[in-house]
């Protein structure tokens, strides 16, 4: 078997160069601007499907956390649903059950609830 390989590889290794120096074919001159378009296309592609909806949601939570203030009932990254008690710089406290309430960071609230969600629940 390794002999019927040995003139297989050799006439392979034999072509290898021939392609590497031979002519290009004629109007690929255009070849520079066809990848200028292609990589151009592949950026806006980037753009409208990953970084623009991904700034916009964090401009959403950015408002989101803003604008939390007593009394609002929020749910946390981890799941946890309750209302707020008090808020500080960076942290918020939430009452989950009477007389439970613990400390979570403003950026841990993923979203903020309707009135009254925690007492259908």
Aim: glycine share 10%; hydrophobic share 50%; no cysteine.
């Amino acid at each position: 078997m390794k002999n019927l390989l040995a003139p297989v590889l050799t006439v392979l290794i034999g072509l290898l160069p021939a392609a590497a120096w031979a002519e290009p074919a004629p109007g690929a001159g255009q070849s520079g601007l066809v990848q200028l378009l292609f990589f151009g296309g592949f950026i806006l592609i980037f753009y409208f499907l990953m970084w623009r909806p991904q700034s916009k949601r964090a401009k959403e939570h950015k408002e989101l956390i803003g604008g939390l203030s007593k009394g609002d009932e929020v749910i946390t990254n981890g799941g946890i649903a309750g209302r707020i008690v008090r808020v500080k710089d960076d942290f918020i406290v939430i009452e989950v059950s009477d007389n439970v309430e613990i400390k979570v960071q403003k950026v841990a609230v993923a979203a903020a609830l309707p009135k009254g969600t925690l007492k259908e629940v």
